[in-house]
């Protein structure tokens, strides 16, 4: 019998479900590992995925499930892959409960990690009040009162977002902002009030923020908070294995999800800078139609 499956996904949120979805229905032998650290586990809702809005991400991936069982030959392994070694055609994936796995192709699904900014009270707001993408929960605080903890260039990508959801928002800056003159001129011209005390705590009540406290004593009240987070690799696997990067850690791929490592692919937010489930699940598909061409081509071209 054959040791090898046709493809290891590591990651099983939309980009590596969607691809084990096409894979399966091109009767490929699959498994995917997950170790079922969604990025967007902390949220109640997920929004603007077509016919599916506002669903929960655990039922979203419960309906996945189910639909999978239809084909066989995808496998699901809940584990870590820690290490993989070998080339194009003869992966070998070791996971944290010491299983092996070897595969033809691999894809990596793996998701990027929000390293939590050190704020206290934030993690009782987050993904209930407190959300970092407009384009997920902005409709949700249309026209509220917000704060927006954010700094440096980035303070004016979130102010000119938020600002199609609403024109009530102050921004903080956690500690003293090194923005020029003419940035802040930029801010002033906007009506924007921003504060560049530290925070000392965000307050709330059961997730819902009221207010923000800074540490030279301001209350800021608020009803909702956009921040954004440091961003990280969800798994350092595809550097490892040579993989090129961008400085901030999206792997980077051709319009097919291919790599510069002959065999592995890669899908979802770990290779895009848009970050939207929908986004994710279609460079998922894009990712398993790929690589079942590849594998087709390579069966193909053996028998000439
Ligand atoms: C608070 C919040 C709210 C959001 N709301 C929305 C929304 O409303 N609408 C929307 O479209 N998008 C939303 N997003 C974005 C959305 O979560 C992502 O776009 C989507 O989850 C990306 O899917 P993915 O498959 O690429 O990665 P993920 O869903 O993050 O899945 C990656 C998986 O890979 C696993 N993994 C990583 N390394 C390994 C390894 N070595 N071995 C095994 N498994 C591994 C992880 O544990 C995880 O399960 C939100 C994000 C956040 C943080």
Same mark, same amino acid.
């Given at each position: 019998?054959?040791?090898?499956?046709?493809?290891?996904?590591?990651?099983?949120?939309?980009?590596?479900?969607?691809?084990?979805?096409?894979?399966?229905?091109?009767?490929?032998?699959?498994?995917?590992?997950?170790?079922?650290?969604?990025?967007?586990?902390?949220?109640?809702?997920?929004?603007?995925?077509?016919?599916?809005?506002?669903?929960?991400?655990?039922?979203?991936?419960?309906?996945?499930?189910?639909?999978?069982?239809?084909?066989?030959?995808?496998?699901?392994?809940?584990?870590?892959?820690?290490?993989?070694?070998?080339?194009?055609?003869?992966?070998?994936?070791?996971?944290?409960?010491?299983?092996?796995?070897?595969?033809?192709?691999?894809?990596?699904?793996?998701?990027?990690?929000?390293?939590?900014?050190?704020?206290?009270?934030?993690? /009782?707001?987050? @993904?209930?009040?407190?959300?970092?993408?407009? &384009?997920?929960? #902005?409709?949700?605080?249309?026209?509220?009162? $917000? *704060?927006?903890?954010?700094?440096?260039?980035?303070?004016?990508?979130?102010?000119?977002?938020?600002?199609?959801?609403?024109?009530?928002?102050t921004?903080c800056t956690n500690g003293p902002d090194?923005?020029?003159?003419?940035?802040?001129?930029?801010?002033?011209?906007?009506?924007?009030l921003t504060f560049e005390s530290v925070i000392q705590r965000?307050?709330?009540?059961?997730?819902?923020?009221?207010s923000v406290l800074l540490e030279d004593g301001t209350v800021i009240?608020?009803?909702?908070?956009?921040?954004?987070?440091?961003?990280?690799?969800?798994?350092?696997?595809?550097?490892?294995?040579?993989?090129?990067?961008?400085?901030?850690?999206?792997?980077?791929? /051709?319009?097919? @999800?291919?790599?510069?490592?002959?065999?592995? &692919?890669?899908? #979802?937010?770990?290779?895009?800078?848009?970050? $939207? *489930?929908?986004?994710?699940?279609?460079?998922?598909?894009?990712?398993?139609?790929?690589?079942?061409?590849?594998?087709?081509?390579?069966?193909?071209?053996?028998?000439?």
């Amino acid at each position: 019998m054959e040791k090898h499956i046709d493809v290891a996904i590591i990651g099983g949120g939309p980009g590596g479900l969607n691809a084990a979805l096409v894979l399966g229905r091109a009767r490929k032998s699959v498994v995917v590992i997950d170790e079922r650290r969604p990025r967007n586990q902390v949220t109640r809702q997920s929004h603007g995925f077509l016919s599916r809005d506002g669903i929960s991400p655990s039922e979203l991936r419960r309906i996945a499930m189910e639909q999978m069982k239809s084909y066989p030959a995808v496998q699901f392994v809940e584990d870590t892959a820690v290490t993989i070694t070998g080339t194009d055609g003869d992966f070998q994936i070791t996971t944290a409960q010491a299983r092996t796995f070897w595969s033809k192709k691999l894809l990596f699904a793996v998701g990027m990690k929000d390293i939590p900014l050190d704020i206290d009270g934030l993690t /009782d707001v987050y @993904g209930i009040s407190a959300f970092i993408c407009p &384009y997920c929960d #902005g409709w949700e605080l249309r026209d509220q009162s $917000l *704060v927006l903890i954010v700094h440096g260039e980035k303070a004016f990508h979130l102010a000119k977002s938020l600002a199609g959801w609403t024109n009530q928002y102050t921004i903080c800056t956690n500690g003293p902002d090194e923005w020029t003159n003419e940035q802040r001129e930029e801010i002033k011209q906007h009506n924007i009030l921003t504060f560049e005390s530290v925070i000392q705590r965000i307050e709330s009540n059961e997730g819902v923020a009221h207010s923000v406290l800074l540490e030279d004593g301001t209350v800021i009240p608020c009803t909702g908070i956009f921040f954004a987070p440091k961003l990280a690799t969800g798994s350092d696997l595809p550097q490892a294995l040579g993989c090129q990067t961008t400085d901030a850690g999206i792997v980077i791929v /051709d319009e097919f @999800g291919k790599t510069n490592v002959p065999g592995i &692919y890669s899908a #979802g937010d770990v290779a895009s800078e848009l970050h $939207l *489930v929908v986004i994710a699940a279609s460079l998922g598909a894009v990712a398993g139609v790929s690589i079942n061409g590849e594998l087709l081509s390579e069966v193909w071209n053996s028998k000439i």
